[in-house]
């Protein structure tokens, strides 16, 4: 073998690479038990909130030293691996931007009656479809007004310049999309800030392409409510004077010397250095100082002239004016390291503290940190007094502007230009003309965006602010300003709340399904394959490793469909080293020496690995493109799995059996033991001649399974498929799922409602479509009192938030989920689009690496009946009262089947193949009972151990993969019997017969 000192070098590089990244998850996880300790009282209940209060303390403070190289907790949070919702507990929420409130907005809220109907018509629509809420309002709109150009409801003073009575439809229409689209990116710039500054549990925030829908994860999170208050909270923007430090000079000597003199905060002090350089600023912000540069300041050392948009100008725009002043010279301000942030705010939230500072004063921290230079690591935030009013209201909000764009200054450089009504004009004149040469803070959601300097009164509302921009922040700020223009609001339309504990137990079964599918595998190999088992486990160790370490790597979630891709991956990932093996045992049977047929074996046994590999990996990379949700998990661990398995397989264990056998014949090694010596050796079973048999049995089958399907009316269906909402409800004895069920139907009016066992009897999972179209806050609020009040007078309990607190008299709900009616078609499209451009490129694929139709069409032939055989037989469970739900998981099951199978059936094409070089006289009766018969044991082998890790997992891996596990159990016996008895032998039946 070449370059085994390659495969070494990059084994070790690797190796050492998870390691250091591996290495983060066990420094988190002992400040994590730390915070524990810290907040566990005498009776052993943790305070989560002072939990939370002590993470918060050292979020920016080094936990962790590597080789001299420091870590906060934050960056150790940013780059450990995650654990999944499923795993931890938390809160995974989609919220849709609501189109009909922009386009209300732009419309001036016209009342004209056309209108109206057109905009909720098209609501309906979409409501209930994938349509765009656009598109479906024009098509309304022609309806109910004939004739009617779009620009008579939409050329007002609101959009004046942009539309007038003589545009187009389609002009109008364009600048609709556009700011839709704007509106859809302002709110998310909004939430990203907002779930930024959560707290520290690794919030993951994502707009869903080509849709108006945000998608947020909170891990950990355990105030439900107070996050959807958060996320739905109208953007308040606010326009401030700033004061500067000078101003306020005295107030923060007082609270510095207060600080000082206090000895418990002697090493929290601020401490205001005035005529300060930019480099003397930033060595004081090591120690918690406030950094103040002067006035007087040389222009090359003042700090404030360096830092972000809080350099910027405000100038009039009216006539063509160029601005009246150029960039600040000289400025104020308070610079901290972000590190020392946290300590800043316990101080202010003294009483004490509070107490001294006045009631026109209150303090606002930059949304962003700024760095010195582009050469400095150190990020600094800055902290802005500004002034207020005895009734706390700014001088100006944001609903008087009408709009803000991101534009060019007359030197090209990019800038903002912002315009407000009357009244905000009228407001804007009084406010720039007594702040000149003092700054305005444009504040969101209580956090300064920019605070440019005036340079004059505006006394027509149209300005631009300039300064040191980039494109991206001009229109970031853009965006900001516009928060307060056109209204927005979001819906949560897929909610799901996990709790702890729940979380907890799925860790356990995760890790009991890994250690236990290991061990399984681990037994299996060495009594297989004696000492060659010991090299295919430690392949197998490796490959566990590799991919926990690239997970941490990528910064990747490790979630329970994850965990279910890692045992599945361990049971896939031996089949490489059996079909090696097998590949060596023939050679040696053949009379090659122990090296020819190591040689040989790798050679031969390359090319079925790659084509069964490609496939499986083909089919994880459509479940991570198409799939949604938990499915992307597993997709991202099912082909990390594979690309790792390859490699230790292929390469690893061949770099060891070589070193192992470098002394030929007199080397120990071995492939075979007393179990497997003569296991399945020349046997003569004729498969092609029993596929009649075989097509009858499946056929029969698979009617039996529409006999029961059409019976009970369908499978049973997942709330990810049919919306609605579904609640996991945890007792601490035993309840019975029917009775609960006739009597919760009167609590949710009669609606559909179904009542399951969850993982145990005294665990329940209740899915309504109670106000299914109803998606609002106050529709979440009454469904879920319906369902305590509901369970309370049914058992009598009493309804408890904590989980630990469950007994004889409180149950709780310990996980829910919400998905809206519009999520859930796109789930189903998604889903059915998974499965058939899977099957299509598997059949590509085939068809190219073996260059014949025919072998194209029995794969797909094999696919499809293992397809509808799992779905008979789900049918068939069903009708005998063993429920499994179709949701994602369920099919992501269904796609790792169709890459399980086939790669079972490309492993005996390749050997039919094979078989049709080296026998080309032979019939092809012959050939093909050939190929069946000399790849049995290494199918029998694979099917084996994978199928044990799955009866493992199906066993161990808790209620939420019960389906999946159940469909791959099925999904593995169907499909080792379609590779043998119905893939192959289409292939015979329409290939043309040799004579």
């Known amino acids: 073998m070449k370059n085994k000192g390659g495969i070494i070098l990059l084994t070790v590089v690797v190796s050492l690479l998870c390691i250091y990244y591996l290495s983060f998850t066990f420094v988190s996880k002992g400040v994590q038990s730390k915070a524990d300790q810290y907040a566990t009282d005498a009776s052993g209940t943790i305070d989560f909130t002072k939990k939370q209060q002590y993470l918060d303390s050292i979020w920016n403070e080094p936990v962790y030293n590597f080789l001299g190289i420091e870590f906060t907790y934050k960056e150790i949070k940013e780059t450990e691996l995650n654990l999944g919702l499923d795993l931890q507990g938390g809160m995974h929420v989609t919220l849709e931007v609501s189109p009909i409130e922009i386009v209300k907005g732009l419309s001036g809220d016209s009342k004209d009656p056309a209108f109206i109907t057109s905009l909720n018509e098209a609501r309906q629509v979409t409501l209930t479809s994938q349509a765009s809420f656009v598109p479906e309002f024009y098509a309304a709109y022609q309806r109910n007004a004939p004739g009617q150009k779009l620009s008579y409801i939409f050329a007002n003073a609101a959009n004046r310049g942009r539309i007038s009575l003589q545009s187009t439809d389609e002009e109008v229409l364009e600048i609709i999309n556009f700011e839709v689209e704007n509106a859809i990116d302002r709110s998310f710039q909004i939430l990203r800030t907002r779930i930024d500054r959560f707290g520290t549990s690794q919030p993951n925030i994502q707009r869903l392409p080509g849709t108006g829908r945000i998608q947020i994860e909170l891990p950990g999170v355990d105030n439900p409510e107070r996050v959807r208050k958060l996320l739905q909270g109208v953007a308040q923007l606010e326009f401030w004077e700033v004061n500067e430090v000078n101003d306020i000079f005295n107030t923060l000597s007082a609270i510095n010397q207060l600080v000082v003199d206090d000895e418990k905060a002697k090493n929290a002090e601020i401490t205001v250095y005035p005529d300060s350089s930019a480099s003397e600023a930033a060595t004081a912000s090591n120690d918690l100082a406030g950094l103040l540069s002067d006035s007087t300041a040389d222009d090359s050392t003042d700090l404030a002239a360096q830092l972000e948009s809080d350099t910027s100008d405000i100038s009039s725009l009216s006539s063509g004016q160029s601005p009246l002043f150029s960039l600040m010279k000289g400025g104020y301000g308070l610079m901290y390291d972000v590190k020392d942030t946290a300590k800043i705010n316990r101080i202010f939230e003294r009483k004490d503290v509070q107490g001294m500072i006045p009631s026109t004063m209150k303090f606002l921290w930059a949304v962003k940190p700024t760095k010195i230079d582009e050469f400095s690591t150190e990020e600094l935030l800055e902290l802005y007094a500004v002034k207020t009013s005895r009734g706390g209201r700014a001088p100006l ?496 099951a269904m796609l790792t089947l169709i890459g399980y199978s086939i790669n079972d059936t490309v492993v005996v094409f390749d050997r039919v193949r094979e078989n049709m070089q080296l026998r080309p006289s032979s019939d092809n009766k012959t050939v093909f009972n050939l190929a069946l018969n000399e790849t049995i044991s290494r199918t029998t082998i694979t099917s084996a151990t994978t199928l044990f890790v799955v009866l493992i997992l199906f066993l161990f891996g808790g209620a939420v993969l019960k389906g999946f596990s159940f469909t791959l159990l099925i999904g593995i016996l169907i499909g080792t019997y379609s590779s043998l008895f119905i893939a192959t032998p289409v292939v015979l039946d329409f290939e043309k017969k040799k004579k």
Request: glycine content about 8%; overall charge negative; charged content about 15%.
């Open 397 to 892: 909000t944001g609903e008087v502007i009408t709009d803000a764009r991101q534009d060019l200054d007359q030197s090209a450089r990019p800038a903002v230009s912002m315009q407000m009504n009357a009244t905000g004009a009228k407001a804007w004149r009084k406010l720039t003309s007594e702040n000149i040469n003092r700054r305005i803070a444009i504040v969101l959601d209580n956090y300064v965006y920019s605070a440019p300097m005036v340079q004059g009164e505006i006394p027509n509302g149209s300005s631009s602010i300039t300064g040191t921009f980039t494109l991206e922040e001009a229109k970031d700020l853009a965006n900001v300003l516009k928060a307060g223009t056109l209204p927005a609001p979001t819906t949560i339309v897929e909610d799901v709340v996990i709790g702890p504990t729940l979380g907890k137990e799925a860790q356990q079964q995760g890790i009991i399904s890994i250690v236990a599918g290991l061990a399984i595998v681990i037994i299996f190999m060495v009594a297989y394959y004696a000492k060659g088992g010991f090299i295919a486990n430690l392949a197998l160790a490796f490959n566990v490793f590799f991919i926990l370490g690239i997970l941490a790597q990528l910064s990747a979630s490790l979630t329970l469909p994850g965990i279910a891709g890692i045992v599945l991956t361990i049971g896939m990932a031996i089949d490489a080293n059996v079909l090696i093996f097998e590949r060596i045992r023939e050679e040696l049977r053949g009379g090659a020496s122990i090296k020819q047929a190591i040689s040989g074996g790798y050679e031969k046994a390359y090319s079925s690995i790659i084509d069964s590999n490609a496939t499986t990996f083909l089919t994880g990379l459509i479940l991570y493109t198409l799939g949604q949700g938990p499915v992307k998990g597993f997709a991202i661990t099912l082909m990390i799995g594979i690309v790792c398995s390859f490699f230790s397989a292929v390469f690893i264990t061949r770099v060891i059996v070589e070193w192992w056998s470098k002394k030929g014949e007199e080397s120990k090694i071995s492939f075979d033991s007393a179990l497997s010596k003569n296991f399945l050796q020349d046997t003569k079973i004729d498969f092609i001649g029993k596929r009649r048999l075989a097509y009858i049995f499946s056929g029969s089958f698979i009617v039996l399974g529409i006999v029961a399907f059409i019976i009970k009316g369908g499978l049973s269906m997942g709330v990810d498929f049919t919306g609605g909402r579904s609640y996991i409800v945890s007792f601490a004895s035993p309840q019975t799922p029917s009775e609960m069920k006739v009597k919760l139907s009167d609590s949710f009016d009669g609606q559909s409602t179904e009542v399951k066992w969850y993982g145990g009897d005294n665990v329940l999972k209740i899915t309504t479509s109670f106000l299914i179209n109803n998606e609002s806050d106050e529709a979440d609020l009454q469904v879920r009192e319906a369902l305590i009040s509901g369970v309370s007078s049914i058992t009598g309990l009493q309804y408890t938030e904590d989980d630990s607190k469950v007994d004889d008299t409180h149950f709780t709900i310990s996980s829910s989920s919400k998905v809206g009616a519009t999520i859930a078609d796109d789930i189903k499209a998604s889903s059915t689009e998974s499965v058939i451009f899977a099957l299509i490129t598997i059949f590509l694929y085939i068809l190219i690496r073996f260059r014949k139709w025919q072998f194209g069409l029995g794969a797909l032939v094999a696919l499809f009946h293992d397809v509808l055989f799992v779905l008979a037989a789900l049918a068939i469970a069903n009708l005998f009262g063993v429920s499994f739900e179709v949701d994602q998981v369920f099919i992501a």
